[in-house]
């Protein structure tokens, strides 16, 4: 059922419609001696029945929300829905008083069947409570017409998708990870004709990023902090979707979108060339030899033999070539060039990485530019020490596998830690890091993670190089 209720949603008002004074004094005369209704209340009447050319009628809202899921929550909104972001709420129209999330058909076991308002924080590192105590929260409700706030710019022609650009932003793995892989899943499917809501939005993100955000909408990204305004959708997304580090399951992604689709999408974004890595021939007469870029770090996790690594990646068969990926391009004379939103850079270290065939780096944010590197590449992550296997196969392993890449991974030995300079053999750093990390993370990424160099045995370690290079036949 459909209920008629007064629209607030336009900006321009229009005066009630006239009718010429004789034939209003005829109608009238008629009425009063055929059903004796005085003509006053004609006049209410002819005004209350034009101004429903002025009303609109409230569809029926649905509503789909997931909250089991342990990375995000997030709810698909459809019908008349309501963004008020100076108050963080979200109102969903209901063509009558008293509707339930039962009544929608809220499909989720989180939120009880007869609630009329739930909240949300819409920020895909749900399990960390540190990181979610400071995402701004939404409140959705379930209100009558009368009882939400009127519209004051309708978004009739498109969907929006709502969402926090906080947390970790600003890491360039938790770019990648917490928001741009989610808004590729969440948006993709509408094909550039969505609308981005975001709370605590960095504006110099949506600059260093401004060529993937630019291929998944064509439309401004509102920065709702602040803003009075109630914005109007008939569809809303809540949230983003998110599966696992770094990655996309296609069995739940809309249109089964992959990895594989998320690279080449990078691939048009930047204009990288290659879409697949070197393929050599061990009698090519021509002898080429595959490109290695070796990740290095200002910081800790260091390679502190980087030239007997490169001797050793040579001596197997790579044309090598070491970079951070993160100093600014050089301009003639050696002269930084200065670009606080990042673009440039961004450009610069996507088309640099897509010229290579193999990446090898210490676990760390650099490995993050693996997903520009060609499919068929190989991607050799050094491990530090520390029980820091299952968490480096997990953000660095598993996503060059999806991307149709090769992975390789190792790890190293307690003599290869320069942990063995700060700490005794017995000490239960290198004997059981399992406390450690029960204790807490920031431990663990203070002594593992920050305090640790590595120095490659290049005997133990040369296999792996073989091994790279052998995948690239």
């Known amino acids: 059922m459909k209920v008629p209720v007064r629209r607030g949603s336009f900006k321009k008002s229009r005066g009630p419609p006239s009718c010429s004074l004789p034939l209003l004094l005829l109608i009238a005369a008629v009425q009063f001696f055929v059903i004796g209704k005085p003509f006053p209340s004609l006049l209410m009447d002819s005004r209350s029945f034009f101004n429903l050319a002025e009303e609109e009628f409230i569809p029926e809202p649905h509503v789909s929300c997931e909250f089991n899921d342990t990375r995000s929550d997030f709810c698909e909104m459809a019908g008349a829905i309501r963004v008020r972001g100076s108050t963080s709420e979200v109102f969903i129209v209901t063509p009558r008083r008293g509707s339930t999330a039962g009544d929608v058909g809220a499909n989720a076991t989180w939120i009880a069947a007869n609630a009329t308002s739930w909240k949300m924080k819409p920020y895909t590192r749900k399990g960390e409570s540190r990181i979610m105590n400071g995402i701004t929260e939404f409140t959705v409700r379930l209100s009558a017409a009368d009882e939400a706030p009127a519209c004051d710019v309708m978004h009739e022609d498109v969907p929006a998708v709502l969402y926090s650009n906080g947390g970790y932003c600003g890491n360039y793995y938790h770019d990648f990870n917490d928001n741009i892989v989610p808004l590729f899943i969440t948006t993709r499917h509408f094909g550039r004709e969505v609308q981005l809501l975001v709370t605590q939005k960095q504006a110099w993100w949506f600059g260093k990023y401004g060529e993937i955000v630019d291929g998944l909408t064509r439309h401004e990204a509102l920065d709702l902090d602040g803003d009075a305004r109630v914005h109007c959708y008939r569809r809303v997304t809540l949230g983003l979707r998110s599966h696992k580090d770094m990655s996309i399951d296609p069995r739940r992604a809309p249109n089964n979108l992959s990895m594989v689709d998320f690279k080449r999408f990078l691939m048009w974004r930047y204009s990288l060339p290659r879409e697949h890595a070197i393929r050599t021939e061990e009698d090519d007469e021509e002898r080429r030899r595959p490109r290695l870029l070796i990740i290095t770090r200002r910081s800790k996790r260091r390679f502190m033999n980087l030239e007997e690594v490169v ?64 499919m068929n590449a190989v991607v050799v992550q050094v491990v530090p020490l520390g029980r820091m296997e299952a968490l480096a196969m997990d953000e660095y392993g598993v996503p060059p596998r999806d991307m149709n890449m090769r992975y390789l991974q190792y790890n190293i030995t307690a003599e290869e830690s320069t942990l063995s300079e700060l700490y005794p053999r017995g000490h239960p750093v290198f004997l059981n890091p399992g406390p450690i990390h029960d204790q807490s993370w920031s431990l663990v990424k ?28």
């Open 311 to 374: 001797a050793a990646a040579e001596e197997v068969g790579f044309e090598v070539t070491t970079s951070d990926l993160m100093t600014p391009p050089k301009k003639q004379g050696d002269e930084a060039v200065v670009d606080d939103s990042g673009q440039a850079r961004m450009a610069d270290a996507s088309a640099t990485v897509n010229a290579f065939d193999a990446m090898l780096a210490v676990h760390g944010s650099g490995l993050t530019n693996l997903v520009f590197l060609p």
């Open 446 to 473: 203070e002594i593992y993670l920050g305090k640790q160099d590595v120095r490659l045995d290049i005997a133990r370690f040369r296999p792996v190089l073989q091994k790279a290079l052998d995948l690239l036949r």
